[in-house]
Every structure is written in structure tokens, then in C-alpha cells.
Nanobody, 121 residues
Framework: QVQPVESGGGLVQAGGSLRLSCAAP????????LAWFRQAPEKEREFVAR??????DYADSVKGRFTISRDNAKKTVYLQMNNLKPEDTAVYYC????????????????WGQGTQVTVSS
């Protein structure tokens, strides 16, 4: 059973930074996509960023501010969030799936429990 585990959320002022981590114990030898999604109260879960073995991409709302990276040896994916804005406030979820996946939550079958990020104005 693969259970990603997120950490690093918290409360930060607008303009500040946070770094999220996600340990995803996926089977060795498999190629997989790791992604971050977020969900604000009363809103749909939305794509933030994803990384495969060949590329990474981002939602327009976070381009230039967030950076996704991965450490394959540690089976960990990171999300560096800079210049945070109040509208970034949400529960952030790590997701994983084997193969190359896109930006839809339905394409991922392994999910973490989420970590709260709150940005004050």
C-alpha cells in the first residue's frame, strides 16, 4: 500500500515562503508522476504542479512562484512556494501514479492526507 505523507505546511505572511515535502514510497523501478494539488474551502481540488521523469509543469496561477522537484533516492517530492499570496491558502495534497499522468485528480490513485497552508494578508 502506497501512502504518500506530506509535511511542511503552516501559517505564513503574504510574500513569505514555505517548502512542502512528500515522502511517496512507490515501488523501485517504476516510472511515475508526482503531483501537488490543493483544495480551498468550498472549492474543487485543483492542480498545482507535476513532475515526471522528463518534465515538470505548473498551473498558471503559481508559475514563477512555485517550484516542484524530486529526489528519487529518497522517494520524495518537494514544492518550494515563494511570494505566497492569500489566495494560495488551501490544503495541499501530494499525489502519485505510475506512468505519465496529467493535471486531473482522477488520474492519480495514491493520495496523501494533506497539509494546511495558510497565508495571511
Amino acid at each position: 500500500q502506497v501512502q504518500p505523507v506530506e509535511s511542511g505546511g503552516g501559517l505564513v505572511q503574504a510574500g513569505g515562503s514555505l517548502r512542502l515535502s512528500c515522502a511517496a514510497p512507490l515501488p523501485t523501478g517504476s516510472r511515475y508522476t508526482l503531483a501537488w494539488f490543493r483544495q480551498a474551502p468550498e472549492k474543487e481540488r485543483e492542480f498545482v504542479a507535476r513532475i515526471t521523469w522528463t518534465f515538470r509543469d505548473y498551473a498558471d496561477s503559481v508559475k514563477g512562484r512555485f517550484t516542484i522537484s524530486r529526489d528519487n533516492a529518497k522517494k520524495t517530492v518537494y514544492l518550494q512556494m515563494n511570494n505566497l499570496k492569500p489566495e494560495d491558502t488551501a490544503v495541499y495534497y501530494c499525489a502519485a501514479a505510475t506512468g505519465q499522468r496529467g493535471s486531473l485528480p482522477s488520474q492519480y490513485n495514491y493520495w496523501g492526507q494533506g497539509t494546511q497552508v495558510t497565508v495571511s494578508s
